[in-house]
């Protein structure tokens, strides 16, 4: 059974930087894609970032520049590097994995595993 588990959020000052990891466990996640997906209170889930088997990396507009997504597939760990962070950046953040190389990695529907969140808040 694969398996997510993310790390790396907190608490962090307006323009500070955080770096979140989501070890996978249960077996290799490569070829799969992953995904980074966020919730803020009262909000849906939004798409922030997706990485391909390949290593080709798309971002939602909002975060574009700021956000760096990376994998390590040795390690089985896919990584969010986040600088310059916004206090509309407060949510809890999502990995996910798509097993399947559906495509459309911006969707919540194209991912089969996901991980239990981490909490990123952004003080102003």
């Known amino acids: 059974q694969e398996q997510l588990v993310e790390s790396g959020g907190g608490l962090v000052q307006a323009g500070g930087s955080l770096r979140l990891s989501c070890a996978a466990s249960g077996r290799a996640f490569s070829p799969y894609d992953m995904g980074w997906f966020r919730q803020a209170p009262g909000k849906e889930r939004e798409f922030v970032s997706a990485i391909t088997w390949t290593g080709n990396s798309y971002y939602a507009s909002s975060v574009k520049g700021r956000f760096t997504i990376s994998r390590d597939n040795a390690k089985n760990t896919v990584y969010l590097q986040m600088n310059n962070l916004k206090p509309v950046d407060t949510a809890v953040y999502y990995c996910?994995?798509?097993?399947?190389?559906?495509?459309?990695?911006?969707?919540?529907?194209?991912?089969?595993?996901w991980g239990q969140g981490t909490q990123v808040t952004v003080s102003s």
């Open positions: 996910a994995a798509d097993s399947r190389l559906s495509g459309g990695l911006d969707h919540i529907g194209a991912y089969d595993y």
